[in-house]
């Protein structure tokens, strides 16, 4: 018997839920954190991002995991919702798509893991 | 005779619905999330180069071309946010309690205090958190 061909569609739309679901609970304070109240220094003090402390987090198991995950599923999230949204813009969604958006929202994973793991534990 | 098969003009065609606009401009957070994941991806990568790497990130951040980008993609997280879970009674499974299917408002409002809560745990964390 031919093995059933699976669809591999559930595990992007998975990734997809899963990163939009994460992104809607803390993207905004996030944003928030990094890219206005410490570069401000208000109303966050700006040694809040200092190297010592932000070096600690990464290297914790529990801020290494917070950033793997909050970088690999926003990218996987927002990858998958380009790649169904260039249809309505005009541009076809065929494999040369499929690649350049995943394979992006792949290289942003590795490149992020590979990053973390060389900071150390 | 041959003649050529109509093709109904597609261009700009969310624009003439206001249910159109809504949806493109959902969709377009998803350029927001990226890059903002690209941010912190260089972030984590000026990180491992050591303090020096990591410093001129946060200067990077202090531009005002940063600050702006950042104000924007603050606002796109937002109507992310504010969007999903909008539509989240649609998008997940129905749910009954006691015979009656759970109202969309009561989905729609229990994200938006579960996004506000996680993001006042998050603010304290940061605030509070030391190495």
Not at chain 1, 34 to 51: E, I, Q, S
Not at chain 2, 5 to 18: C, K, V
Not at chain 2, 24 to 42: G, H, Q, S
Request: aromatic content about 12%; charged content about 10%; hydrophobic content about 60%.
């Amino acid at each position: 018997m031919a093995a059933v061909k699976r669809s591999n569609a559930p595990i992007f739309w998975l990734l997809f839920g899963a990163g939009g679901m994460l992104s809607a609970l803390l993207g905004t304070a996030l944003v928030f954190i990094t890219g206005l109240a410490v570069p401000l220094g208000w109303p966050l003090p700006a040694d809040l991002l200092g190297y010592p402390r932000v070096l600690a987090f990464a290297q914790h198991w529990v801020g290494k995991g917070f950033l793997f995950i909050v970088i690999a599923l926003f990218a996987w999230h927002a990858m998958h919702r380009i790649l169904h949204s260039l249809h309505d813009i005009g541009v076809h969604n065929g494999a040369l798509a499929k690649l350049v958006c995943y394979g992006g929202a792949a290289l942003i994973t590795v490149v992020a893991a590979a990053g973390l793991l060389s900071i150390g534990f | 005779m041959s003649r050529k098969a109509y093709l109904r003009p597609m261009e700009g065609w969310w624009r003439r619905d206001p249910f159109f606009v809504r949806y493109m401009v959902r969709e377009a957070t998803a350029v927001a999330v990226l890059v903002y994941t690209i941010v912190l991806t260089v972030g984590v990568v000026r990180l491992s180069q050591g303090e020096a790497a990591w410093n001129g990130w946060l200067q990077a951040m202090r531009s005002p071309g940063s600050l702006v980008l950042h104000a924007v993609l603050l606002v796109s997280m937002f109507v992310h946010a504010k969007s999903w879970f909008e539509i989240m009674p649609k998008t997940m499974p129905m749910i009954v309690i006691g015979g009656k299917r759970l109202a969309a408002s009561t989905i729609t409002r229990s994200g938006w205090a579960a996004a506000v809560v996680a993001s006042i745990v998050l603010l304290s964390l940061a605030g509070w958190w030391r190495p």
